[in-house]
């Protein structure tokens, strides 16, 4: 496994533009058979999949019910293998949404267990409204009353988490339980996760790391993550970080990429294993390639500024940039990618979508978009003027101890356009700020001891 010459990414949306045309997309792109986008397949237009929802919106289809049933079983099947193994299923749902998505939605709607499993999916991780989310909840509880094993997983999460339900624990639980007498590996990998870590008061966590290992000779990449993080943090077990290597190297090889992930860390800083920084450098990249977010936004930053083994090559920085945002959600990348369309670096600068960007990146905690975002509503770009919202947003930022915020905020303490003017406030802000280190705090601070 040799990562460390340039590589392109499998779902990197190219940057080159050519006319498209609806035969041209089903040709290039779609599977002739089922008309589905492989999981694995080259790299797509960044403008392909909006295309690809219009289509779909203007010649739907329809079906009769053993069409239906055979084509929903078959999405299910790819995506029960991928929540098997721990390969990014969203991935799958957002590379597939254009053209399949009403195929679930007609499968869900007629009642079949796997189209209302797919199309739960795809409301939580393309659309990802509240209400969609809350929709998906009812969904995974209609397939789980069918017996369909991955909506058992997902409502029981829901019930420990409280998306669309009450939180349950017990009720949690029990659904889990089920799997686990039906001798379906995911759910037994997931009644070992809620021992150890999910049910804090009542959970047996020696009864976790057996289900976990009982999940983890059946197939399941999860498993043995979750083995990694039992053996890293003593969950349940004696600590041993060379255990926890050991079972990420084995849920590496079987696809999850979290556990490529951490054994990049692992590699890089010699835990459980002999300091290796070319084997942590293969583990970046494939962690990427098997759909972790983090990992292909650092593969994007590290091909923009060379070194780590890689090139400076920043046509595949942007490539995977616009991987981890557009496909993968990471919060991170869509502010950096933002940030690109604010200085016109890989892009045509264009103000509005960097606004898009930082917005879909605030949305998700990213303090750096936060931030960015608020000047955005304070200067006019790419949005009209918002100085009520700008100072919500800094206050947003300050709470995460955002110390540019501080800066900024008591910037406008100090000039008073936009309220009246609080030297007391500022200098607050701004001894808060150069206790976290921040330059420019520090800077206007003994500028204001010689108003």
Request: proline share 3%.
């Amino acid at each position: 496994m040799n990562r460390s010459k340039s590589h392109t990414p499998l779902l990197a949306p190219s940057t080159e533009t050519h006319p498209i045309t609806k035969d041209a997309v089903s040709s290039a792109f779609l599977c002739s058979g089922c008309k589905r986008i492989p999981c694995s397949d080259k790299a797509i237009s960044a403008v392909l999949l909006p295309l690809l929802a219009l289509w779909s919106a203007s010649c739907g289809k329809n079906y009769d019910r053993a069409e239906l049933i055979a084509e929903c079983k078959q999405d299910y099947k790819e995506v029960y293998q991928l929540n098997l193994v721990g390969t990014s299923v969203k991935r799958f749902f957002k590379l597939n949404a254009s053209n399949r998505s009403d195929l679930w939605r007609a499968g869900s709607r007629a009642g079949i267990p796997e189209g209302q499993f797919l199309h739960a999916e795809y409301l939580r991780k393309v659309t990802g409204s509240k209400s969609d989310r809350e929709r998906a909840t009812k969904l995974y509880l209609k397939a789980a009353e069918q017996g369909n094993p991955l909506a058992i997983v997902r409502y029981a999460y829901s019930q420990f988490s409280g998306i669309g339900t009450p939180v349950s624990l017990e009720e949690s639980r029990q659904w889990l339980s089920k799997l686990y007498q039906e001798d379906d590996p995911i759910g037994i990998c997931d009644l070992g996760a809620h021992h150890l870590w999910r049910d804090k008061n009542s959970g047996d966590k020696m009864l976790g790391i057996k289900y976990l290992e009982e999940a983890l000779e059946k197939g399941s990449g999860w498993a043995g993550y979750f083995l990694g993080l039992a053996y890293e943090d003593g969950s349940g077990v004696a600590k041993d970080v060379r255990k926890a290597a050991e079972y990420n190297q084995q849920a590496s090889k079987m696809g999850n990429r979290n556990a490529s992930r951490r054994l990049a860390a692992f590699f890089e800083e010699g835990i459980g294993v002999v300091t290796d920084l070319n084997k942590s450098r293969e583990y970046v990249a494939l962690a990427a390639d098997q759909g972790n977010g983090e990992m292909a936004h650092l593969l994007a930053v590290r091909y923009e500024r060379g070194g780590y083994g890689l090139p400076k090559d920043p046509r595949m920085a942007l490539q995977w940039c616009l991987t981890a945002a557009t496909v993968l959600d990471h919060p991170a990348a869509m502010r950096s990618l933002g940030a690109r369309y604010d200085e016109g670096r890989g892009v045509e600068k264009n103000l509005e979508q960097a606004f898009q960007w930082y917005q879909k990146a605030a949305d998700r905690g990213e303090v750096q978009a936060i931030f960015n975002l608020a000047h955005y509503y304070l200067e006019g770009k790419g949005t009209r003027k918002h100085p009520k919202r700008a100072i919500d947003l800094f206050n947003q930022a300050i709470d995460k101890d955002f110390a540019p915020a501080m800066n900024s905020l008591g910037v406008i303490h100090i000039e008073g356009n936009h309220g009246d003017r609080n030297l007391g406030k500022a200098r607050e802000l701004w001894e808060r700020g150069a206790k976290l280190g921040d330059e420019n705090c520090r800077h206007n601070l003994l500028m204001l001891g010689r108003m």
